[in-house]
């Protein structure tokens, strides 16, 4: 009878491990698919559905205006490859998209001129299996841009952020972003 028992309780354990795993692959696919439509939009340029969709958003005209006067193709920015991780702290999936341009600083990681930061922060809900935009904020800055910098940094060195499970379990391996080209990593390296 113990063997049973033994045997049943570690069938609960592992359905319940690998179920977690189908769980968190299915929010994490999920949240990036909303992220990539979001991308999308701004690939686009699709200022009417994105003013429906964000509604009340700090410098959310500074991006339409980006997108309105095409600055992005004049001026050669690229947007971002999808960028996503977990944050413990809120339960929520931290995306980020950002148009830049690549500044040769004399390193083989460089340097960016940003010309703006969108984060937004879904919540999956396994139930319904639908992913809500639950927070997000528009960076346009360069003190805004080397505060979200370093502090999404450390997201690849938070075991809790998930960026090594998801990289060897899922594949997901965005590279992390170059450093701004603010004036003070600038004039250091021109000093050099």
């Known amino acids: 009878m113990k063997n049973i ?4 309780t ?12 189908v769980t968190e692959k299915k929010a994490v696919l999920a949240c990036l698919e909303k992220g990539e439509s979001i991308t999308e ?6 200022v009417e559905k994105l003013q429906k969709v964000f509604i009340d958003i700090p410098n959310l005209n500074y991006l339409i205006e980006v997108l309105e006067d095409e600055v992005m193709k004049h001026e050669k920015y690229t947007l ?3 960028n996503i991780f977990y944050n413990p702290y809120g339960d929520e999936y931290i995306y980020t998209i950002y148009a830049n341009k690549w500044i040769d600083n004399g390193t083989d990681w ?33 003190a805004g841009f080397k505060k979200w910098w370093f ?4 997201s690849y060195t ?11 379990s899922f594949g997901i391996i965005p590279p992390p972003p170059p450093p701004p080209a603010i004036e003070e990593w600038l004039s ?3 000093e050099g």
């Open 110 to 142: 460089g340097l960016s001129d940003y010309l703006f930061v969108f984060q937004l922060a879904f919540k999956y809900d396994a139930n319904s299996q639908k992913v809500s935009v639950i927070n997000n904020r528009i960076l346009k800055d360069h």
């Open 10 to 21: 570690i069938l609960i354990i592992l359905f319940s491990c690998t179920d977690n795993g």
């Open 41 to 46: 939009l701004i690939e686009e340029s699709n």
């Open 5 to 8: 028992f033994l045997i049943f």
């Open 188 to 190: 250091e390296n021109n």
């Open 80 to 82: 971002s490859q999808p």
């Open 158 to 168: 938070i075991k809790s952020c998930k960026r090594d499970f998801w990289a060897d």
């Open 151 to 154: 502090s999404f940094i450390k």
